[in-house]
């Protein structure tokens, strides 16, 4: 594990006015792990929200731009360069569109996938940071995108997005670890909905209403 502190930086708008949509998950995700961990209380600092605390014996700073999500390099650019950080210490955790509801992908670098937050953050320190993707899904059609993200999750997202966020923090040590593989994996395990149960009779035969694999449809 590297000596290197690491920057987790959660992307989405500031204000109440947002701060339930779709667009937010980044900042979501960024303040569950700071609820989880023994982390310190926001300051303002680099046109962000910021705080210092350890995943994994490691020095972790939270960062939460609030430069609105089209600027969020204007904000990470200088964070990065002050904490003297290679880019392979530098978390970003965004919604993606393209990304089925309740679906997370880890990887370095590649595109931005229209997210203008990225795009802000890859002009600011280039393309070959880490990338915490949540999908948000995609509307269907281009014109309803923007409705999309700036749309507030519903009550049936929550079924999956509370999870995901609490699978997250649980798993975030693993980021610290450089372990990005082990993080989604273990992500995709805590989120993985639970196996229904064959009821059984006493005699062990399938009670009516259950069918056992193999039976025909």
């Known amino acids: 594990m590297s ?20 667009h937010n998950a980044g900042f979501m995700a960024v303040d569950t792990i700071h609820e989880s961990y023994a982390f310190g209380p926001w300051r303002a600092r680099f046109q962000g929200m910021l705080s210092e605390g350890a995943l994994a014996g490691r020095k972790t700073i939270l960062l939460k731009p609030m430069t609105y999500m089209n600027d969020s390099g204007l904000s990470v650019g200088p964070a990065m360069r002050f904490f003297k950080l290679p880019l392979g210490a ?3 955790i965004h919604d993606e569109i393209d990304l089925a509801a309740g679906k997370l992908k880890a990887k370095t670098g590649g595109g931005d996938a229209g997210n203008n937050g990225a795009r802000s953050i890859t002009a600011a320190i280039g393309p070959d940071y880490r990338r915490v993707r949540i999908g948000i899904g995609h509307p269907g059609e281009k014109h309803r995108v923007h409705g999309h993200v700036l749309g507030n999750f519903t009550k049936a997202d929550e079924d999956w997005l509370v999870p995901m966020l609490s699978a997250i923090a649980e798993a975030a040590p693993l980021l610290a670890k450089d372990d990005d593989a082990g ?13 229904k149960k064959e009821k059984v009779s006493k005699d062990g035969t399938p009670q009516e209403g259950t069918r056992r694999r193999g039976d025909a449809e």
């Open 3 to 22: 000596d290197t502190p690491l920057l987790i930086a959660g992307l989405g708008n500031p204000g109440t006015e947002y701060a339930r949509n779709r």
């Open 90 to 92: 530098v978390v970003v």
């Open 183 to 195: 993080f989604m994996n273990k992500v995709a395990l805590l989120t993985k909905p639970p196996a």
